[in-house]
């Protein structure tokens, strides 16, 4: 509404902040907006509502937390608040508490199902989408109580193969705990389940812990009751927990009377609490026999109807379906199959880059994701989560899922070609006009190429990806537009030659832009590396213009200008081998060290192999990566705890080591680690969807030194590509693809 434009709102804002003895807002404002370039875009408003919600939780957590320590709290609290553990913060002029050092959670769930029960280090079960949790304890007749999140020895472990599940275990003075969780169908309906077995070597009771809690902090329960049978409680009136049998002892507790866990000893029992505080907790307490193991099953409906969306023995039938690994390096091995199950978890139409904190759409992470789904062989899968991409598009073009990032369209173009090209498939007809106001938007949001300034012919000034920093002309977005014209342009190929001239050319022109506006850059700093905007200098916002690399592949591996970005990112950017990003993540990011190893990969550089070990020693024991994580503790400190965009990433890079596509060629075996080859070992991996059609290679060692590789294709066409065997340590070979072939590989005299 244009006419509060004219209200003088700016004026009542300086009015009233002055006399109540604040800062002046506006003028504060003003003095942000300059360490920016002027944009017609601030910061998006969807990334402003997600982190208002984020800090309404930390102001929360603050109120609450540490005036209430005597409660028990999830296991980042427990060590975050710890002034002996590592993870210690201390906490004098934050407004807000939030978890900064244990940012690790594990989605469980079923194939197809929206709803994504998480579980923390310890074993704590939230259900629902930031909802309360379930904890589980034991309560022995004396002595100290097992509690999971204070415990020293705990340990937990996923299951990959099949039905997914979590399982953890917690022993202390002659007491063990497990917990096992999963979701599984029960006529029709996904239900969370949760299988307690606990011994002792005294008597006392396994206890069941409602929690108004999770791994951010604080999260309401107002209202819980026990029914008569004492085997379900129903929370705020909505949710049921379900007890395989009657609970021996219950109690309930409000705020003002403290944690349920310092009354768990009472005589006197409750059935039912109220809070008008929100923080109701309950405690279902089973007795246990000396020296013998008690079991208890739980079960949380997660929808009140069946959904016939879901199908039995989905677990086994997806992963059926997927490109397999099969090396003797078993964590590799783990990892692949931890990023596979993530894929098929966070695809159920929408593909999502987390459980939780990142719950939500973005075109970026969902080009990445869908590639990654691609290339494993979950074809349905991506074409379902593109069909979502329409609906998302203006009228003008954009593709949206939040203002100022316009890398946006670009990623979407060379998604849709990927989709084409791997499978081998022509778009319908219906993605015509999609595509075309897609391409013809980005033509039409370059800036003119007359400009007297080094972002000539560039993309505007935007937020981008919000870890390169604040509004700028990123090369990032400038690249990715670049890939989606030349995507658009060998889409329309055989559909409409004029489209086809009309994006080739408006790439051409878009890449010169970019090639002058570079050049400004090395002359500027004296070298050729890339900032990430042509007004900076080169800091760690620089791993975005590795895009020009991977995966756009819009330069040859050996680009100079790639080459020297990737050398300063190596020297002033990683701690650990891993790749340290201090603007907003402060934390090492297993993604973008993966996107560095990539570039590595194609160079045919050993040092991708010290990158990749790194990432696999950086996954939780559940085989997944928070965001970002810190150096110090090894936990999460920034967004998911369980991040699929760096499952889709370590995939990829698995992929890229078997076959990867170069031009007109695929290139095999070129990071297939030298370790991994002996006389006992086969090595396997396929099908594996190309450009060019599926392969499958296999790799033995044979007694006289050499290694035998062995392939089996489905060609899209008659005539395959070239390939181009480049087994490290081994003689390099090109030779013509057949639909099978076997070749033996002679060690070269200097391994590299």
Same mark, same amino acid.
Not at 514 to 533: F, K, T, Y
Not at 723 to 734: D, N, R, T, V
């Given at each position: 509404m244009t006419w509060l434009k004219w209200l003088p709102w700016r004026y009542v804002v300086r009015y009233v902040a002055h006399k109540h003895g604040f800062i002046d807002p506006v003028a504060l404002l003003a003095k942000l907006h300059n360490f920016a370039q002027p944009s017609e875009v601030g910061e998006p408003i969807e990334l402003l509502r997600a982190g208002v919600v984020f800090h309404a939780r930390g102001l929360i957590n603050s109120r609450v937390i540490q005036h209430n320590l005597d409660w028990v709290w999830p296991y980042w609290i427990e060590r975050q608040f710890d002034p002996n553990d590592q993870s210690f913060i201390p906490r004098a002029f934050s407004i807000t508490h939030i978890n900064l050092t244990h940012r690790n959670w594990t989605a469980i769930g079923y194939p197809d199902c929206p709803e994504l029960p998480i579980v923390d280090p310890r074993g704590l079960l939230t259900p629902f989408l930031d909802s309360w949790s379930l904890d589980s304890w034991i309560m022995p007749e004396h002595g100290e109580y097992l509690l999971p999140s204070r415990a020293d020895d705990s340990q937990q472990q996923i299951t990959v193969a099949g039905d997914v599940s979590i399982t953890t275990t917690t022993h202390q003075q002659g007491m063990i705990l497990q917990n096992k969780a999963w979701v599984a169908l029960e006529d029709g309906v996904p239900v969370v389940k949760m299988r307690l077995k606990a011994k002792a070597d005294k008597a006392g009771y396994l206890v069941l812990a409602l929690r108004p809690q999770n791994p951010e902090g604080v999260s309401f329960i107002h209202k819980v009751a026990l029914n008569e049978q004492h085997n379900q409680w129903l929370v705020d009136d909505k949710k049921r927990v379900q007890f395989s049998r009657p609970a021996d002892r219950y109690h309930v507790s409000a705020y003002k009377k403290g944690d349920v866990y310092i009354h768990l000893a009472d005589a006197q029992q409750q059935t039912e609490g109220l809070c008008d505080v929100g923080m109701v907790t309950a405690a279902a307490l089973f007795k246990m026999p000396e020296n013998d193991w008690h079991e208890i099953a739980v079960t949380v409906p997660l929808n009140s109807a069946a959904q016939p969306q879901l199908q039995s023995g989905a677990w086994q039938a997806e992963q059926q379906k997927c490109c397999q690994l099969q090396c003797p390096d078993q964590h590799y091995q783990f990892l692949y199959g931890a990023a596979i199950n993530s894929l098929i978890l966070h695809s159920p139409e929408d593909v999502y880059p987390g459980p939780y904190t990142y719950k939500r759409f973005w075109f970026r992470d969902a080009a990445f994701i869908i590639h990654a789904l691609l290339c494993a062989g979950l074809t349905e899968r991506a074409a379902r989560a593109l069909q979502q991409f329409p609906a998302r598009q203006t009228l003008l073009g954009y593709f949206r899922s939040q203002e100022g990032e316009w890398d946006a369209n670009g990623e979407v173009l060379w998604i849709l070609q990927r989709y084409a090209e791997l499978t081998g498939r022509e778009l319908s007809s219906d993605w015509h006009s999609p595509l075309k106001k897609g391409a013809r938007w980005i033509i039409n949001k370059r800036l003119s190429d007359k400009l007297d300034t080094p972002h000539a012919g560039l993309l505007p000034a935007g937020f981008s990806a919000e870890h390169l920093g604040p509004n700028d002309y990123?090369?990032?977005?400038?690249?990715? $537009?670049?890939?989606?014209?030349?995507?658009? +342009?060998?889409?329309?190929?055989?559909?409409?030659?004029?489209?086809?001239?009309?994006?080739?050319?408006?790439?051409?022109?878009?890449?010169?832009? *970019?090639?002058?506006?570079?050049?400004?850059?090395?002359?500027?700093?004296?070298?050729?590396?890339?900032?990430?905007?042509?007004?900076?200098?080169?800091?760690?916002?620089?791993?975005?213009?590795?895009?020009?690399?991977?995966?756009?592949?819009? &330069?040859?591996?050996?680009?100079?200008?790639?080459?020297?970005?990737?050398?300063?990112?190596?020297?002033? &950017?990683?701690?650990?081998?891993?790749?340290?990003?201090?603007? *907003?993540?402060?934390?090492?990011?297993?993604?973008?060290?993966?996107?560095?190893?990539?570039?590595?990969?194609?160079?045919?550089?050993?040092?991708?192999?010290?990158?990749?070990?790194?990432?696999?020693?950086?996954?939780?024991?559940?085989?997944?990566?928070? #965001? +970002?994580?810190?150096?110090?503790?090894? $936990?999460?400190?920034?967004?998911?705890?369980?991040?699929?965009?760096? +499952?889709? #990433?370590?995939?990829?890079?698995?992929?890229?080591?078997?076959?990867?596509? #170069?031009?007109?060629?695929?290139?095999?075996?070129?990071?297939?680690?030298?370790?991994?080859?002996?006389?006992?070992?086969?090595?396997?991996?396929?099908?594996?969807?190309?450009?060019?059609?599926?392969?499958?290679?296999?790799?033995?060692?044979?007694?006289?030194?050499?290694?035998?590789?062995?392939?089996? +294709?489905?060609?899209?066409?008659?005539?395959?590509?070239?390939?181009?065997? &480049?087994?490290?340590?081994?003689?390099?070979?090109? *030779?013509?693809?057949?639909?099978?072939?076997?070749?033996?590989?002679?060690?070269?005299?200097?391994?590299?």
């Open positions: 990123y090369y990032w977005d400038d690249f990715w $537009g670049v890939a989606g014209l030349q995507a658009a +342009a060998r889409i329309f190929e055989k559909v409409d030659p004029k489209l086809q001239q009309e994006f080739t050319d408006a790439a051409a022109e878009f890449s010169g832009a *970019i090639d002058n506006s570079l050049q400004h850059c090395a002359n500027r700093l004296n070298r050729p590396g890339m900032p990430a905007s042509p007004y900076r200098r080169l800091d760690a916002g620089a791993i975005g213009s590795l895009a020009l690399g991977y995966p756009a592949q819009l &330069c040859r591996p050996d680009d100079p200008r790639l080459l020297d970005t990737v050398e300063f990112l190596l020297k002033r &950017c990683f701690v650990q081998d891993a790749f340290y990003q201090d603007m *907003i993540h402060s934390g090492l990011n297993a993604y973008l060290t993966l996107h560095v190893a990539q570039i590595l990969l194609r160079n045919n550089d050993p040092r991708y192999l010290v990158l990749m070990d790194s990432v696999a020693g950086l996954a939780s024991p559940t085989g997944q990566w928070p #965001e +970002a994580i810190h150096p110090g503790t090894g $936990g999460g400190c920034m967004g998911d705890g369980h991040h699929v965009w760096a +499952a889709a #990433e370590w995939l990829l890079m698995v992929r890229n080591c078997f076959v990867r596509e #170069e031009e007109n060629h695929l290139v095999l075996a070129g990071g297939v680690p030298d370790r991994w080859l002996n006389n006992e070992n086969v090595i396997r991996f396929g099908p594996a969807p190309t450009r060019f059609g599926s392969i499958s290679i296999t790799l033995s060692h044979q007694q006289d030194d050499q290694v035998v590789l062995h392939w089996l +294709a489905d060609w899209h066409t008659a005539e395959g590509p070239q390939l181009e065997i &480049c087994l490290p340590g081994y003689q390099a070979l090109s *030779i013509a693809a057949e639909t099978s072939g076997k070749v033996n590989l002679k060690k070269r005299s200097t391994s590299r």
